[in-house]
């Protein structure tokens, strides 16, 4: 008997500093991740997004923009969580303007900002993630020095 895949509501957050380069978090099996969190069953997506922001990394987003929607709706896009596929359907949402300092959640080693154009590896839905942002970039304006 197969496992039938698990579907969670999420948000990821693409927190850019001002030489416009992505956070991200380095987890304990060394991949690089955006800053996600799943959502709480009362939770709308941009208070998941502020606790994700605020509890998890203690950031205060002053400007927050929601860009896209990720349905993870093949395996390739799925995580493992134990014996369970995860498929995360995910609001994603990106803030050019925060204050504080990152602190990391568990079970997150480290974390750093990275230029768009010299991102690491990224394991999926990361990745997909970040397609969907730099699709989205242009019409909104954004210019990259």
């Not at 803030?95 to 750093?112: F, I, K, M, N, R």
């Not at 990275?114 to 990745?127: D, G, N």
Request: proline residues 8%; aromatic residues 10%; charged residues 15%.
């Amino acid at each position: 008997m197969t496992n039938l895949p698990v579907k969670v509501p999420a948000c990821a957050l693409i927190i850019l500093n001002k030489q416009a380069e992505v956070l991200l978090l380095q987890q304990p099996d060394e991949q690089w991740s955006l800053p996600l969190a799943a959502m709480d069953a009362c939770d709308t997506p941009v208070a998941a997004a502020e606790r994700l922001a605020g509890k998890h990394l203690t950031l205060k987003l002053i400007d927050m923009e929601c860009f896209g929607f990720s349905s993870a709706a093949t395996d390739v896009h799925a995580i493992q969580m134990g014996n369970s596929a995860v498929h995360l359907h995910s609001f994603l949402f990106v803030s050019t303007y925060w204050e504080g300092d990152v602190s990391l959640p568990l079970p997150y080693q480290t974390h750093a900002f990275f230029p768009l154009q010299e991102l690491p590896a990224l394991a999926e839905p990361m990745k997909h993630y970040l397609d969907i942002f730099l699709q989205w970039l242009p019409e909104r304006g954004f210019v990259f020095a």
